[in-house]
């Protein structure tokens, strides 16, 4: 191309606000930083996925976000997802057991059974996930708030199927930090929220060393509005400060480092996006082995889920989001992740129903079974474009997370309300682009067409659930060995005012099926609640 | 904006949802427009609703509710509009609100509901247009 050609070009700049050419050469990934970071599969620094023959080896696991209603319903669904071929599961829990709230709260009012399966206790996880092999099906549980209760939960009940808690796999997000931040599940105030975080992993490192307690999410700050630089820094920066608190409690950092994994979020330019995770595995990595030192290769591996974000799918022209969808799951598989889910195409309008579900599990089988993708292991190393990209993301990351350093450190910004603040301008930013036609979504500022209401079946809201919630809820409040109960809720409170780990006084109380509301109460006495730093 | 007051919204966030992003787009959206902005901040009963909107003495009320829940939240904040003497403020609602359940709201009092891809600009006009 001629000089004066390209001078005729618009200047191109992707969302992280790296500035894109029209085509690269050799060149430009020596000046962005050179091919030595590249390495191989398998190997320090990791960019080219953490194991050697990835999904020669294993796709990856299939996990769509599911639960409404009774537990009893959420099985059903479960069961429907296992048979269609899904190989873990992701539970949704609705409001009240996200904040802590049984389902008789007067808070809780019209919310019980809503978002996501309703949980008072113990009972509720056995309903939950009976018929399920927890050996075979590993299970992610999106609870942050309430995660010590859930968490402690699931050991239980898994103990009670007869299952190893020390070989137990599965995943809790329990991501607090990233909560003030988006999506809002908090109940206590940062300091003994923080806390908490690192009593579960304490605790798993010792009592359940193969599960994973966290699952640090850039996801939710990238649908709040952050650009996928400041995503995946910002994650970083959370992580960090988890494993500081736990070095601080005496932890080494090669006894825990493997058990976190993280969440993120696709959507939006394609080779960003897997610049954003090669640059991310490679820069964790050495964050891993340059600051904390740490020796073993498992503590230096960014284990992620990196899904289909909703934020980039559309209310108008749904069936379009189909077709985004098995983008985003092409650019997951590029980008090497271990765990992939998608927003299905109805989201925007409702809970998925069984055929939008079944759906995006099809997405992703058809890229394991059809085309090549599990064949060779990160398929777009040494193209001129993505090494140079990848090289200048890392850049970026790395500049947000000196940023946030300079401001004191993330929890200080979190706590402040700074970090929100910068996601909710950005977002506003974003909307502002897209008004304005800058920015371009089909069928929603070009390409639109009349629509009558969209073809899109609305899950049933089951009005029953509640009702029959709240009615075994009493029933078994009336059943249970209440003495015990209270005896158990006192050593939780006694664990929490000597500010030792709560974990095992937890798990003590769900086994007496004491209940989500009455163990967030306890913890409340303790430690407060939060005060949200009211910005826009 | 008779008298040169500035018309005073009061934007809130009932319920459990956590989901805050237009929430606060349109708060800043509406400042920026030039009106008196109040944000609630997340999970406000209808009550502390209709306390805020009596004490800030505001011309408009506009809930955000993402969880599905809009339903029952209006209806009992309908009542508390009552009991506070506040039915002729401006009521909005805005959210992931199903077009079967727009009529439900209206008939409850909702002036207007404004689904989620609403630009901004049509929420500004519709209250320039109500509230003179």
């Excluded at chain 1, 992280?16 to 085509?23: C, D, L, M, R, Y």
């Excluded at chain 1, 629509?451 to 078994?476: D, K, M, S, T, Y």
Aim: net charge negative.
């Amino acid at each position: 191309m001629s000089r004066r050609d390209e001078a005729d070009l618009k200047t191109v700049f992707n969302e992280s606000g790296v500035e894109i050419k029209p085509v690269y050469a050799a060149t430009d990934v020596e000046q962005s930083g050179g091919w030595d970071g590249i390495g191989s599969p398998g190997e320090f620094p990791f960019t080219r996925g953490i194991h050697k023959h990835m999904y020669r080896k294993q796709p990856w696991t299939m996990r769509q976000y599911a639960g409404f209603g009774t537990p009893e319903e959420t099985n059903r669904r479960f069961g429907y997802l296992i048979a269609n071929g899904q190989t873990g599961l992701n539970v949704a829990f609705d409001l009240p057991t996200q904040v802590g709230l049984d389902s008789d709260d007067p808070q809780a009012e019209g919310e019980v059974g809503r978002v996501g399966m309703a949980v008072d206790t113990l009972k509720d996880f056995e309903i939950a996930f009976e018929g399920i092999d927890l050996d075979k099906i590993t299970v992610s549980l999106t609870i942050n708030g309430a995660a010590a209760i859930l968490i402690a939960m699931y050991f239980a009940m898994a103990e009670k199927r007869g299952y190893d808690v020390r070989s137990l796999r599965g995943t809790a997000q329990n991501d607090i930090l990233k909560e003030f931040i988006g999506r809002g599940t908090w109940i206590f105030p940062v300091a003994p929220s923080i806390k908490l975080v690192g009593d579960t992993i304490l605790y798993c490192a010792q009592s359940a060393p193969r599960y994973s307690p966290v699952s640090v999410c850039g996801y939710h700050i990238r649908e709040s509005g952050a650009n996928p630089a400041q995503e995946m820094a910002y994650a970083f920066c959370i992580a960090k400060a988890y494993m500081d608190h736990v070095l601080e409690r005496g932890l080494k950092i090669d006894e825990f480092a493997s058990r976190l994994s993280f969440n993120f979020d696709i959507h939006g330019d394609i080779f960003e996006q897997v610049a954003k995770f090669r640059a991310g595995r490679r820069l964790w990595a050495r964050i891993l082995k340059e600051e904390y030192q740490a020796q073993e290769p498992r503590s230096l591996w960014l284990r992620m889920i990196a899904g289909g974000g909703g934020g980039g799918l559309t209310r108008e022209q749904p069936e379009n989001n189909i077709v985004r969808g098995a983008y985003y799951a092409l650019i997951s598989a590029l980008s090497g992740t271990q765990t992939m889910a998608l927003c299905s195409y109805d989201e925007a309008y409702t809970i998925p129903s069984e055929k939008a579900a079944r759906i995006s599990l099809r997405t992703m089988q058809i890229l394991i079974e059809e085309m090549g993708l599990c064949n060779t292991v990160d398929p777009l190393a040494g193209s001129y474009y993505v090494e140079t990209l990848t090289n200048q993301m890392e850049e970026r990351i790395r500049a947000v997370m000196d940023e946030v350093d300079t401001r004191g450190g993330i929890v200080r910004a979190i706590a402040e309300g700074h970090i929100q603040n910068a996601v909710s301008r950005e977002a506003f930013e974003n909307l502002r682009k897209l008004e304005r036609g800058e920015t371009r979504k089909v069928g929603v500022n070009c390409y639109r067409v009349e629509e009558e209401q969209p073809q899109v079946a609305f899950h049933p809201f089951n009005e029953g659930a509640c009702a029959e919630q709240i009615e075994r809820l009493e029933r078994l409040r009336a059943e249970r060995d209440n003495p015990a109960v209270e005896s158990a809720l006192r050593g939780v409170l006694a664990e929490a005012k000597a500010g030792r780990n709560v974990m095992p006084s937890v798990v003590e109380a769900v086994k007496a099926y004491a209940t989500v509301g009455e163990l967030t109460r306890c913890l409340v006495e303790v430690y407060g609640r939060y005060d949200e730093p009211v910005r826009f | 904006m008779a008298g040169g007051k500035k018309t005073r919204v009061l934007v809130a966030k009932p319920g459990l949802d956590g989901h805050d992003v237009g929430a606060k787009i349109v708060a800043r959206a509406l400042m920026q427009a030039g009106f008196d902005v109040i944000y609630t901040g997340l999970r406000k009963t209808p009550e502390e609703i209709a306390r805020s909107a009596c004490d800030e003495d505001v011309d408009v009320l506009g809930l955000s509710i993402l969880s599905g829940s809009h339903i029952p939240i209006c209806r009992r904040l309908k009542a508390l509009l009552q009991e506070h003497d506040l039915t002729d403020i401006l009521w909005l609602v805005g959210g992931n609100i199903p077009q079967k359940d727009h009529e439900e709201l209206k008939a409850l009092g909702v002036d207007a509901v404004f689904a989620v891809g609403t630009p901004t600009h049509a929420i500004i006009d519709f209250i320039r247009e109500r509230v003179s």
